[in-house]
T-cell receptor, first 115, second 113 residues
Framework: DADVTQTPRNRITKTGKRIMLECSQT?????MYWYRQDPGLGLRLIYY???????NKGEISDGYSVSRQAQAKFSLSLESAIPNQTALYFC??????????????FGPGTRLTVL | AQSVTQLDSHVSVSEGTPVLLRCNYS??????LFWYVQHPNKGLQLLLK??????LVKGINGFEAEFKKSETSFHLTKPSAHMSDAAEYFC???????????FGTGTRLKVLA
């Protein structure tokens, strides 16, 4: 089984709809992240969470919200989807242990299309 | 501030020939650097990482990268390309003691038969 899973893998929705993307991990990591990928722009950080009670905005958080329901679950919501939120969304996890570098592990991605 | 520049958005090589994907970085502090690969319809997979130990880093699938501080570069190489290497490759920098990944814009590698 994959260590980081995302549901759904593909979603088509309409402008103005509320959408939730879910991420689950079995790696036991404390840190979780949401990114979006757009062609030619690489990945950009939307939100991140270092533990269940810690939620932080990334560089492009406007129009998004998140919920950390448990150590293993981190959900991304689009309250009112708009077409320029059409993108590939990735969840990632990491576990910064003493003396190591924060290495992130990525889920398979969710392709979201907003019409 | 940290940044990475991937110098080529597309690279094409013939199967069996060497691969060179170029990455330059900018960092005020001692950086850690990563290369990730993204195959079509897949997530990102870690190829290798540099964390201030050996400057020549070996990764999976025969890839390696050399950290050159004087040139602020971390280029990815492979002696002989395979068809399965066709994918998009991302260079990432992270500053020591922080969490934040800074991604390059990616290089799409095409391998010709």
């Amino acid at each position: 089984d994959a260590d980081v899973t995302q549901t759904p893998r593909n979603r088509i929705t309409k402008t103005g709809k509320r959408i939730m993307l879910e991420c689950s991990q079995t790696k036991g990591h404390d840190r979780m992240y949401w990114y979006r990928q757009d062609p030619g722009l690489g990945l950009r950080l939307i939100y991140y969470s270092f533990d269940v009670k810690d939620i932080n905005k990334g560089e492009i958080s406007d129009g998004y919200s998140v919920s950390r329901q448990a150590q293993a679950k981190f959900s991304l919501s689009l309250e009112s989807a708009i077409p320029n939120q059409t993108a590939l969304y990735f969840c990632a996890t990491s576990d910064l242990t003493s003396g190591s570098v924060d290495t992130q592990y990525f889920g398979p991605g969710t392709r979201l299309t907003v019409l | 501030a940290q940044s990475v520049t991937q110098l080529d958005s597309h690279v094409s090589v013939s199967e069996g020939t060497p691969v060179l994907l170029r990455c330059n970085y900018s960092s005020s502090y001692s950086p850690s650097l990563f290369w990730y690969v993204q195959h079509p319809n897949k997530g990102l997979q870690l190829l290798l990482k540099y964390t201030s130990a050996a400057t020549l880093v070996k990764g999976i699938n025969g890839f390696e990268a050399e950290f050159k501080k004087s040139e602020t570069s971390f280029h990815l190489t492979k002696p002989s390309a395979h068809m399965s290497d066709a994918a998009e490759y991302f260079c990432v920098v992270i500053s020591s003691g922080t969490y934040k990944y800074i991604f390059g814009t990616g290089t799409r590698l095409k391998v010709l038969a």
